[in-house]
């Protein structure tokens, strides 16, 4: 399964401020890990940059056109590419940002998992546009700051 994995703000789509979070929720962050372990992610070169290397526990796939390497992951050049590394690996399949990778990625998404943030947050990043009407509510789970919500498509895309 592929699945798109973000935080945002509710009415902004706020994902991030020079990039990092605008915030600081660590049970949003926990819930995180736990979601994304034991699988593999995919993140494009400045989210990689930004958390400053590979996650432990989870085969890290990097999409760069412009470097071919670093360590402890593995690189690929266009995101078709990366889904295809990812799929010889078991385990789910987390699309982890930014902007771009999830943009590309979008086509072949079978899952979302939203995290609404409750409070607005300024940013200079943001999660891309997507048509709602393709998508369905599964779950949503109410947290003290955040509203988690898990999304699948209603229409079967095509994928690899």
């Not at 990689?48 to 402890?72: C, N």
């Not at 593995?74 to 902007?99: H, P, Q, W």
């Not at 999660?127 to 779950?139: R, S, T, Y």
Request: net charge neutral; hydrophobic share 40%.
């Amino acid at each position: 399964m592929i699945i798109i994995i973000a935080a945002m703000t509710k009415h902004g789509k706020v994902i991030g401020k020079k990039g990092w979070l605008p915030w600081d929720i660590p049970e949003e962050l926990a819930l995180f890990r736990r979601l994304t372990l034991n699988s593999t992610v995919i993140m494009g070169r400045k989210t990689y940059q930004a958390i400053s290397g590979a996650m432990p526990e989870r085969h890290t796939i990097v999409v760069s056109r412009s470097k071919s390497s670093f360590p402890d992951v593995e690189v690929c050049t266009s995101i078709e590419s990366a889904l295809k590394k990812a799929k010889s690996y078991r385990g789910n399949i987390f699309i982890i940002g930014g902007t771009e990778i999830y943009r590309a990625s979008m086509p072949f998404v079978d899952k979302m998992y939203l995290s609404f943030i409750k409070k607005e947050y300024e940013g200079d990043t943001y999660f891309l546009a997507w048509d709602e009407k393709e998508w369905q509510v599964e779950q949503e789970e109410d947290y003290p700051e955040f509203t988690f919500v898990v999304y699948g498509r209603k229409i079967n895309q095509d994928s690899f």
